[in-house]
């Protein structure tokens, strides 16, 4: 065979090669800058028209929605020299976002997008609607972010499939209608920093299963009807700053392995049904700058048995409506930097030390009103003219103000109401 037809039929071979030999490779369009990935144009096209209607489209009004043409609410990064879709936001984030239909559907083009980081979703889900559980295991491999916020069409069981996601950073569920119990799935997701469940209608008790949860960050489940006793593997959370599970039916006693929360900066229990006191473990959380404790029957704890003077770095103590009963601790006028101080509705006695507490330095509010306390309020009208009606000490049948300070025309205007005068 010579030589020149040898040559042209390897260089055939290897143009067929080229063309047959990996049907896996991507079909490209778009800029001459940086391609992006046809299916992958096609699917984020499909996802978008499902949730703002049929009569978007997208490859008209965006045809190179990664790079001069981009969607408001949609990013994108390169990967093998493509562009594909990395974060995704619906519902009226941005000024010119893309309004979601009445009649939204979630189609399986959205889960095609494999390299979809975040994914959010504001007052989108305003007709009912329950989330399927399949797809989600699409997302597997890079979300980290996922968003729910504010879609009162969003009801029934939130989708177990989501305990898949394990590469989840952040999962925000605020303000929907889940309802039923939480699954515990959520416990394998072990690169969490952010749970947020708060504003739904869950039901059930909170799963006894955060012992893996080492990296959250901060904790929110307020606002449901969780009942049931607070579950001890709360304590394995070490590295918790915040925990709030206010306006919930969570009943008995507070764990002893809250203890162990070293860095927890809030806690938030208002509105439950908690009892049993709280001597034996909130002092030993050291780190606590708000603590709320408000609307629990704590069974006439007795306020002196609480070692207050080691909570430091207190600014917020709200502690009121508990049937706490006892004098107001002088360990309490040790916290140099609380701002907010509420004692009110307990049945506290005994005398009010006017004078520690106004030496406070940054106490700017202060009710102590609807107890029991005796004796006279010894405050100086500068402290009541920076409090103004942001003290209250009304409703303590024997409590009572100076007969000089209720007479002088100059000091009314700044007293307490509903404080008699002494006799």
């Given at each position: 065979m010579?030589?020149q037809?040898?040559?042209?039929?390897?260089?055939?071979?290897?143009?067929?090669?080229?063309?047959?030999?990996?049907?896996?490779?991507?079909?490209?369009?778009?800029?001459e800058?940086?391609p992006m990935?046809?299916?992958?144009?096609?699917?984020?096209?499909?996802a978008?028209?499902g949730?703002?209607?049929?009569?978007w489209?997208g490859?008209?009004?965006?045809?190179?929605p990664?790079?001069?043409?981009?969607i408001?609410?949609v990013?994108?990064?390169?990967y093998?020299?493509?562009w594909?879709?990395t974060?995704?936001?619906?519902?009226p984030?941005y000024?010119?976002?893309?309004?979601?239909?009445?009649?939204?559907?979630?189609?399986?083009e959205?889960?095609?997008l494999?390299?979809?980081r975040s994914?959010?979703?504001f007052?989108c889900?305003?007709?009912?609607?329950?989330?399927a559980?399949?797809g989600?295991?699409?997302?597997?491999s890079?979300?980290e972010?996922?968003?729910?916020r504010?879609?009162?069409?969003l009801?029934?069981?939130?989708p177990?499939?989501i305990?898949n996601?394990t590469?989840?950073?952040?999962l925000v569920v605020?303000?929907?209608?889940?309802?039923?119990?939480?699954p515990?799935?959520?416990c394998?997701?072990k690169?969490?920093k952010?749970?947020?469940?708060?504003?739904?209608?869950?039901?059930?008790?909170?799963?006894?299963?955060?012992?893996?949860?080492?990296d959250?960050l901060?904790?929110?489940?307020?606002?449901n009807?969780?009942s049931?006793?607070?579950?001890?593997?709360?304590?394995?959370?070490v590295?918790?700053?915040?925990?709030?599970l206010?306006?919930?039916?969570?009943?008995?006693k507070?764990?002893?392995?809250?203890?162990?929360?070293?860095s927890?900066?809030?806690?938030?229990l208002?509105?439950?049904?908690?009892?049993?006191g709280l001597?034996?473990n909130?002092?030993?959380?050291?780190?606590l700058?708000?603590?709320?404790?408000s609307n629990?029957?704590?069974?006439?704890?007795?306020?002196?048995?609480?070692k207050?003077?080691?909570?430091?770095?207190?600014v917020?103590?709200?502690?009121?409506k508990?049937g706490?009963?006892?004098e107001?601790?002088?360990?309490?006028?040790?916290?140099?930097?609380?701002?907010?101080?509420?004692?009110?509705?307990?049945?506290?006695?005994?005398?009010?030390?006017?004078k520690?507490l106004?030496?406070?330095?940054c106490?700017?509010?202060?009710?102590i009103?609807?107890?029991?306390?005796?004796?006279?309020?010894?405050?100086s009208?500068?402290?009541?003219?920076?409090?103004?009606?942001?003290?209250?000490?009304?409703?303590n049948?024997n409590?009572?103000?100076?007969?000089?300070m209720?007479?002088?025309?100059?000091?009314?205007?700044v007293?307490?109401l509903?404080?008699?005068?002494?006799?």
């Amino acid at each position: 065979m010579p030589q020149q037809t040898i040559f042209y039929s390897v260089l055939l071979l290897s143009l067929l090669f080229r063309c047959t030999g990996d049907e896996s490779l991507p079909e490209v369009t778009g800029s001459e800058e940086a391609p992006m990935d046809k299916r992958e144009r096609e699917a984020l096209y499909s996802a978008i028209q499902g949730f703002v209607g049929d009569s978007w489209n997208g490859s008209a009004l965006y045809p190179d929605p990664c790079g001069w043409t981009p969607i408001k609410g949609v990013s994108c990064d390169i990967y093998n020299d493509l562009w594909y879709v990395t974060e995704l936001s619906l519902g009226p984030v941005y000024d010119n976002s893309l309004a979601c239909s009445s009649s939204l559907q979630i189609r399986a083009e959205l889960f095609e997008l494999k390299h979809l980081r975040s994914l959010s979703f504001f007052n989108c889900f305003i007709s009912p609607m329950v989330i399927a559980k399949m797809g989600w295991i699409n997302f597997a491999s890079n979300l980290e972010s996922l968003e729910l916020r504010s879609n009162p069409g969003l009801i029934g069981k939130f989708p177990d499939t989501i305990g898949n996601l394990t590469k989840l950073k952040s999962l925000v569920v605020l303000g929907n209608r889940f309802d039923g119990e939480l699954p515990a799935s959520i416990c394998n997701l072990k690169s969490l920093k952010r749970l947020v469940f708060a504003g739904n209608s869950f039901t059930g008790m909170i799963p006894n299963c955060f012992s893996g949860l080492q990296d959250l960050l901060i904790m929110d489940l307020s606002r449901n009807s969780f009942s049931g006793t607070l579950p001890s593997s709360v304590g394995d959370l070490v590295s918790l700053l915040k925990l709030d599970l206010s306006n919930n039916l969570i009943e008995g006693k507070l764990p002893q392995e809250l203890e162990l929360l070293k860095s927890l900066t809030l806690l938030d229990l208002r509105k439950n049904r908690i009892s049993g006191g709280l001597s034996n473990n909130i002092e030993k959380i050291q780190s606590l700058t708000e603590l709320v404790l408000s609307n629990n029957p704590m069974g006439e704890e007795d306020m002196m048995e609480t070692k207050w003077e080691k909570m430091k770095n207190l600014v917020i103590l709200d502690l009121s409506k508990m049937g706490l009963r006892g004098e107001i601790p002088t360990g309490l006028t040790n916290l140099k930097s609380l701002r907010f101080l509420s004692l009110n509705n307990n049945n506290l006695t005994g005398y009010v030390p006017s004078k520690k507490l106004e030496a406070l330095p940054c106490l700017g509010a202060l009710y102590i009103d609807g107890n029991n306390l005796t004796g006279e309020l010894s405050f100086s009208i500068k402290f009541y003219e920076k409090m103004g009606r942001r003290f209250k000490a009304s409703k303590n049948p024997n409590l009572c103000q100076p007969v000089e300070m209720v007479i002088s025309e100059s000091h009314k205007r700044v007293l307490p109401l509903g404080v008699k005068p002494c006799t």
